[in-house]
């Protein structure tokens, strides 16, 4: 089955710089690629996703980069805020079957 | 919006004891998930169900079972509870189209 790696697993900035979440797969055949940001206490709730015919996506502060040829994909996360502190999953899955998760990363953001 | 729903937050049971774990979604949709988190360990796949009585394992079935009777219900089944069964479990639901995971709010489990 898939394997998906995830780095950093824990991950401490000052408020208003830049994070960077990477996350490697090892299926080829692997097509969506999901980021899920959990909340303390809370469910994991969807913020962006990539599908392996695009290489980047935005959404105001955030974007994801996917590297279909080295297997990687990447969350980046700018101006960061107190808020956006919590723990991020990667995952990948191929036709939106079984899903697969990194292990998690915590970011703390730093007032 | 997509609800889906675990009916207990918290659960203690005892060690040997049989537990059903239950989650409802109330978008229709095909595919129906069951998750473990531990901390540092990610989400984990038990069980994957992409149809009425049609189920197939993940990565870590062992000790468990799932009773899908009704599209919207998915039913996490442990037969005889074990204290490394102690863990957070994860419903989530999605469209067999394509669409992403909606998870429920989770369900503690504790066994001792």
């Known amino acids: 089955g898939e394997n998906v790696e995830q780095h950093p697993s824990t991950l401490s900035v000052q408020e208003g710089d830049s994070a960077v979440i990477k996350c490697t797969y090892s299926?080829?055949?692997?097509?969506?690629f999901p980021w899920y940001k959990q909340e303390l206490g809370k469910r994991p709730q969807l913020i962006i996703d990539?599908?392996?015919?695009?290489g980047e996506k935005k959404d105001q502060r955030i974007a994801v980069t996917l590297n279909k040829t080295a297997k990687h994909f990447s969350l980046h996360i700018t101006e960061t805020q107190p808020e956006d502190s919590a723990v991020y999953f990667c995952?990948?899955?191929?036709?939106?079957?079984?899903?697969?998760f990194g292990s998690g990363t915590k970011l703390n953001v730093k007032p | 919006d997509v609800k889906v729903t675990q009916s207990s937050r918290y659960l203690v049971k005892r060690t040997g004891e049989k537990v059903f774990l239950e989650c409802v979604q109330d978008?229709?949709?095909?595919?129906m998930f069951w998750y473990r988190q531990d901390p540092g360990l990610g989400l984990r796949l038990i069980y994957f169900?992409?149809?009425?009585?049609?189920?197939e394992k993940g990565d870590i079935p062992e000790g468990y079972s799932v009773s899908r009777e009704k599209k919207e219900r998915f039913s996490l089944i442990l037969e005889s509870a074990s204290t490394n069964q102690t863990s957070m479990y994860l419903c989530?639901?999605?469209?067999?189209?394509?669409?992403?995971?909606?998870f429920g709010n989770g369900t503690r489990l504790t066994v001792t």
């Open positions: 299926d080829s055949a692997s097509n969506y």
């Open positions: 169900s992409y149809d009425v009585k049609m189920k």
């Open positions: 978008m229709d949709h095909e595919n």
């Open positions: 990539i599908r392996s015919n695009v």
């Open positions: 989530a639901s999605n469209t067999r189209g394509g669409s992403p995971l909606h």
């Open positions: 995952a990948a899955t191929y036709n939106f079957n079984k899903f697969y």
